[in-house]
C-alpha cells in the first residue's frame, strides 16, 4: 500500500543545532516533494518545493534533499531557533492524475528550546 | 495580495444540520483544493475545483458532502447533515493556473464541531 511517513514523536533540540526532520515514503513515485510549516490553529505554509532531478534545494537557514532510490526527503534547519518551533509537514504529488493531487505526512513537531 | 481567506472560522453544527464552507482563493488563482484534518492525522486531500468545474473528487465521501466554485463568488464546501465524525478542521488551499508543480497557498481553515 501506499504510504509517506513522518516521524510522529517530537524533535526537541537547542538553540543553534540543525534540526533533521525525515520523510519516508513507499509506492509512489513523485515528480516532486514539498515541504511544509503548520502552526496551532493555522494552515500550513509552503517552506521547499525539489524536484525528483534535484538532489538538494537550499532557501535561507532551509536545506532539502531528495533521494528516489532511498524513497527518502530530508529537512534541516540550520541554528535553529524557538521561533522554528512547528509542526514540519512534508507533502508528495501522487502522481498519474493530471493535476497536483499532495498527499501530506503526520508531520513532525519541532520544538527548539533556548 | 490578500492571501486564502477562509469562513467561518469555527463553526459549531448539532447532528443533522448542514454546514457551508466557504473560501476566496488568492486574487488569480483559479485552482482551489480542500482538505481535512483530524486531530493526530496529516491533512487528507478531498477535492479540486476550478471555477465551474470539479476537477476530482476522489477524496470526497460519496454522501453529503459537495463542493462547488461558481464564476462568481467563493468556493463552497457542503456538508449535509453533518455527525460527530465530521468535526474536523478543514482548509482550503488555492494554486495559480500554472502548468506543473507550485506550491499551494492556505487558509487559515474552519474548524466544525458537531455536537
Known amino acids: 500500500s501506499q504510504k509517506i511517513e513522518q516521524n510522529s514523536e517530537a524533535l526537541n533540540i537547542q538553540e543553534g543545532k540543525t534540526a533533521t526532520l525525515t520523510c519516508n515514503y513507499t509506492?509512489?513515485?513523485?515528480?516532486?516533494l514539498q515541504w511544509y510549516r503548520q502552526d496551532p490553529g493555522r494552515g500550513p505554509v509552503f517552506l521547499l518545493l525539489?524536484?525528483?532531478?534535484?538532489k538538494e534545494k537550499r532557501k535561507e537557514r532551509l536545506k532539502v534533499t531528495f533521494d528516489t532510490t532511498l524513497k527518502q526527503s530530508l529537512f534541516h534547519i540550520t541554528a535553529s531557533q524557538p521561533a522554528d518551533s512547528a509542526t514540519y509537514l512534508c507533502?508528495?504529488?501522487?502522481?498519474?492524475?493530471?493535476?497536483?493531487?499532495?498527499?501530506f505526512g503526520t508531520g513532525t513537531r519541532l520544538l527548539v528550546s533556548p | 495580495n490578500a492571501g486564502v481567506m477562509q469562513n467561518p472560522r469555527h463553526l459549531v453544527r448539532r447532528r443533522g444540520q448542514e454546514a457551508r464552507l466557504r473560501c476566496s482563493p488568492m486574487?488569480?488563482?483559479?485552482?482551489v483544493y480542500w482538505y481535512r484534518q483530524l486531530p493526530e492525522e496529516g491533512l487528507k486531500f478531498m477535492v479540486y475545483?476550478?471555477?465551474?468545474?470539479?476537477?476530482?473528487e476522489s477524496g470526497m465521501p460519496k454522501e453529503r458532502f459537495s463542493a462547488e466554485f461558481p464564476k462568481e463568488g467563493p468556493s463552497i464546501l457542503r456538508i449535509q447533515q453533518v455527525v460527530r465524525g465530521d468535526s474536523a478542521a478543514y482548509f482550503c488551499?488555492?494554486?495559480?493556473?500554472?502548468?506543473?508543480?507550485?506550491?499551494?497557498?492556505f487558509g487559515p481553515g474552519t474548524r466544525l464541531t458537531v455536537t
Open positions: 488551499a488555492s494554486s495559480p493556473p500554472s502548468a506543473g508543480a507550485s506550491e499551494q497557498y
Open positions: 486574487k488569480g488563482h483559479s485552482h
Open positions: 475545483l476550478q471555477k465551474e468545474n470539479i476537477i476530482d
Open positions: 507533502a508528495l504529488d501522487e502522481g498519474n492524475t493530471g493535476f497536483q493531487k499532495l498527499v
Open positions: 525539489i524536484r525528483e532531478n534535484e
Open positions: 509506492n509512489y513515485s513523485p515528480a516532486y
